[in-house]
């Protein structure tokens, strides 16, 4: 996969840029500005070019014969949001279903676009950021720059006390990415 992906960026001309922080084997990965379908395509490369074992998740119900081979190979991970926690009556949610991901496993990269959409969407969801909190890992940020032409990965953010705070960093850096659609961008 990872001459396929040089030989895609060689052909498009896109550039991967920085590198995954070393000694973090659990983290958040942000990927953003998400407005094209393309994303999909440039992220994941960038990833097996940078060696990155990124994975995503997807509802339980979408995995069915024979989606779920290609899911499976691209690094998904079923969530089940039917199933009740131990000891409670409610179903888990999203952000308690990825964080029990990560106690679950020693290494993990789970890719989350914040907007939930590619179509423009008036604010980010936070539930990354609730993930990473309460999973005590880092949120790095995964960006695509149209622009530039550039994949990879910027600085990292360790959740702190204040959510305000910690999204004002994250938002300062996405503000200087360019989407492929830009007007459908938050920021």
Request: aromatic residues 14%; contains cysteine; hydrophobic residues 40%.
């Amino acid at each position: 996969m990872k001459l396929i992906a040089q030989f895609c960026f060689w052909l498009t001309g896109w550039k991967k840029v920085g590198k995954y922080p070393e000694n973090t084997p659990k983290a958040v990965m942000i990927a953003a500005p998400h407005t094209s379908n393309w994303d999909f395509f440039y992220a994941r490369a960038a990833f097996f070019l940078l060696g990155i074992p990124v994975r995503t998740t997807i509802k339980k119900e979408a995995m069915f014969f024979p989606m779920n081979l290609l899911l499976k190979f691209f690094g998904v991970i079923p969530i089940d949001r039917k199933k009740k926690e131990a000891g409670l009556s409610r179903k888990s949610n999203m952000v308690d279903a990825m964080v029990q991901l990560f106690e679950d496993r020693k290494e993990l990269v789970i890719m989350i676009t914040p907007e939930g959409t590619r179509n423009y969407a008036p604010r980010w969801k936070t539930g990354f950021y609730h993930v990473a909190k309460k999973a005590r890992v880092p949120i790095v940020l995964g960006y695509l720059d149209y622009q530039k032409k550039h994949a990879g990965v910027g600085p990292t953010v360790y959740p702190g006390d204040n959510i305000e705070d910690d999204m004002e960093t994250i938002m300062n850096f996405y503000r200087q990415v360019t989407g492929k659609y830009p007007e459908q961008g938050v920021i």
